[in-house]
């Protein structure tokens, strides 16, 4: 049996594991500076607000997986806007759903992992009541966290085509009025 050789993307890694850091360090810094100069509801709502992004691009991620980029091909000939865009997603899946499920994903848990502790600390409490807010706290942050990305998963499975598309629109807007290209033209990379 012979053995296939493993196509690394040495390039993308090195690449991701700097965007990683630095996006790391921006959420956790503004989230921080966001958390101690707020009230204890507004906390809340930032936390919630970094929960659902992790969800959202959780979402994203497994619908560029999971998606097939034949009907977009009639649309990008009738140059419908971000049928392009959409391509360019499923061409580089790897990378998409490496940005999506695994860079935005675990920086969101990360960093709300942090949000709760400062939220617990703006309590104020005794040691063992922040204790058991942080016991019963943390455990409701997992729950809404798992249980929003298994139901996203499936979400994402099943309205792949509608949400690539969202956002290859969103992606053409982003090159139309800043000439960011996100992928190259000629990507024929996963190509299904």
Not at 49 to 56: A, E, S
Not at 168 to 191: C, H, Q
């Amino acid at each position: 049996m012979r053995s296939r050789k493993l196509n690394i993307n040495y390039k993308w890694t090195i690449n991701a594991f700097i965007f990683s850091f630095v996006l790391a360090v921006i959420m956790n810094f503004s989230s921080d500076i966001l958390l101690k100069k707020s009230n204890i509801i507004i906390a809340f709502f930032v936390l919630l607000v970094i929960v659902f992004t992790g969800i959202l691009f959780d979402i994203i991620g497994i619908a560029v997986a999971t998606g097939t980029e034949e009907p977009f091909h009639s649309m990008a000939s009738n140059k419908v806007f971000g049928a392009k865009q959409s391509i360019k997603l499923i061409r580089n899946a790897d990378i998409v759903t490496n940005f999506c499920n695994d860079i935005i994903g675990d920086i969101c848990g990360i960093v709300s992992g942090a949000a709760l502790t400062s939220i617990i600390t703006k309590l104020s409490l005794s040691d063992a009541r922040s204790t058991v807010y942080a016991t019963i706290f943390g455990g409701i942050l997992s729950a809404v966290t798992i249980g929003g990305k298994a139901l996203g998963k499936n979400f994402g499975m099943h309205e792949s085509q509608s949400i690539i598309f969202a956002v290859g629109i969103f992606l053409a807007w982003i090159e139309k009025y800043t000439g960011v290209d996100f992928f190259p033209s000629n990507s024929k990379r996963n190509k299904k």
